[in-house]
């Protein structure tokens, strides 16, 4: 590899490091449980085209392939702004593992939000939402906020610790992946 094309490939190695490291800065979550219910909200700005943030939060069918715990997600049905997403995944930690299914109705609003709610699967209840807005200094906001109820039994104390860890890391993931991808397409 000839010195100048070599200092290239670092360069580009190094900004897509400091891009990834950007995004990852400016993550907020929280989670909280109440009774049977366990809420989340979490939000990310990052200095990215917001087109790849809408496709990749609307990218359903491989989301498995980078959201940690989700074993598969695929679309089952769609007309213009509804769909319908079946997902398994799993919740575990030490001792405690848990299969989770979910079908979910989808609404989006293309590029500024989309709204899941389950309407089958072993969640009781789950209701989510994902907010894109450009803010006046050129980032891009990504915030989510959802709250589920399983439909199984969750060991006391640190089974909803362990469903909060699950979403704050997927959450990330999402994250990490806009980060990504949004990379790529500069390159």
Known sequence: MKPHAAARVLLLAGALCMLAAAGAQQVAIETNGQGESITVTASAEMRVD????WSVITDYDHLAEFIPYMRSSRVVWRAADHVIVEQTGEFGFLWFSQPVQARLAVVEVPPQSVVAHAVGGNLR?????Y???IMPTGTVRLSYSGR???DFAVPPVIGKMVVRNVLADQFRAMVEEIVRRDAEKAQ
């Open 50 to 53: 917001p087109r790849t943030v």
């Open 125 to 129: 209840d789950m209701e989510g939402r």
């Open 131 to 133: 907010t894109v807005a």
């Open 148 to 150: 589920l109820v399983p």
